[in-house]
T-cell receptor, first 114, second 111 residues
Framework: QKEVEQDPGPLSVPEGAIVSLNCTYS??????FMWYRQYSRKGPELLMY????GNKEDGRFTAQVDKSSKYISLFIRDSQPSDSATYLC??????????????FGQGTILTVHP | ETGVTQTPRHLVMGMTNKKSLKCEQH?????MYWYKQSAKKPLELMFV???????ENNSVPSRFSPECPNSSHLFLHLHTLQPEDSALYLC??????????FGSGTRLTVV
C-alpha cells in the first residue's frame, strides 16, 4: 500500500464549479499537510499548509484535514481556467527537524474549461 | 534574483556522457533537496542536505552523485545514465516548517 494515495484524474470541470481534491494516507505520524500546484513545465508551488486536523481558508482555496480518517481535501471555489494544473498533496511527520522529507501523492490533473 | 533557480532547463545526454545539474537558492534556506518526477508517479526524494551535510540518500544509484559546496548551491552530477532515468529533476529548499520552495526543474532525456 502506498503511503499517500491520490486519484490522478484527469478531472475536468466547467468554469465556476467547486472542485474537490482529496488524498488518503496510511502513516498516522504525519502531522504537516500541504497542497502544491504545478503548472506545465514548472516546479510545484506551495498553495496551502496546515498542521494537524482542521480547516484553513485562503481566498478561493480551503484545505481540510481529518486525521481520524487519514483524509485531506482541497476545495477550490469559483474555479477559473487559470486553476488548470496538477495538484499535489504532500505530508510529513513531526519528528526530527523541520527539514524532514515530504511524502507526495501522485498528483491530480485538473482542467477548468471556459 | 530570488527563489530557486535550476539550470539547464532541458538536457539531452547519451548514456556515456557526463553532465551536471545546478541548483541555486537565494532564500537563505539551510536545507536543499533533489527530487525526481516521472510521469504517472509521485515525486521521489533522492537526496537531502542540511547545512551542506548529506542527511539522506534514498537508495539512489551511484550514477547520480550530489554535491553541496555551500548552503546556497546544490549540484547533481550524472554519468552513465540509463533511458529510464529520463525525468524532470526538481531541486527544492526550505528553512522552516512552511514547506518547500521548488525550482522549475531540469527536463532530462537520456538517449
Amino acid at each position: 500500500q502506498k503511503e499517500v494515495e491520490q486519484d490522478p484524474g484527469p478531472l475536468s470541470v466547467p468554469e465556476g464549479a467547486i472542485v474537490s481534491l482529496n488524498c488518503t494516507y496510511s502513516n498516522s505520524a504525519f502531522q504537516y499537510f500541504m497542497w502544491y500546484r504545478q503548472y506545465s513545465r514548472k516546479g510545484p508551488e506551495l498553495l496551502m499548509y496546515t498542521y494537524s486536523s482542521g480547516n484553513k481558508e485562503d481566498g478561493r482555496f480551503t484545505a481540510q484535514v481529518d486525521k481520524s480518517s487519514k483524509y485531506i481535501s482541497l476545495f477550490i471555489r469559483d474555479s477559473q481556467p487559470s486553476d488548470s494544473a496538477t495538484y499535489l498533496c504532500a505530508m510529513r511527520n513531526a519528528g526530527g527537524t523541520s527539514y524532514g522529507k515530504l511524502t507526495f501523492g501522485q498528483g491530480t490533473i485538473l482542467t477548468v474549461h471556459p | 534574483e530570488t527563489g530557486v533557480t535550476q539550470t539547464p532547463r532541458h538536457l539531452v545526454m547519451g548514456m556515456t556522457n557526463k553532465k551536471s545539474l545546478k541548483c541555486e537558492q537565494h532564500l537563505g534556506h539551510n536545507a536543499m533537496y533533489w527530487y525526481k518526477q516521472s510521469a504517472k508517479k509521485p515525486l521521489e526524494l533522492m537526496f537531502v542536505y542540511n547545512f551542506k551535510e548529506q542527511t539522506e540518500n534514498n537508495s539512489v544509484p551511484s550514477r547520480f552523485s550530489p554535491e553541496c559546496p555551500n548552503s546556497s548551491h546544490l549540484f547533481l552530477h550524472l554519468h552513465t545514465l540509463q533511458p529510464e532515468d529520463s525525468a524532470l529533476y526538481l531541486c527544492a529548499s526550505t528553512g522552516d516548517s512552511q514547506g518547500y520552495t521548488f525550482g522549475s526543474g531540469t527536463r532530462l532525456t537520456v538517449v
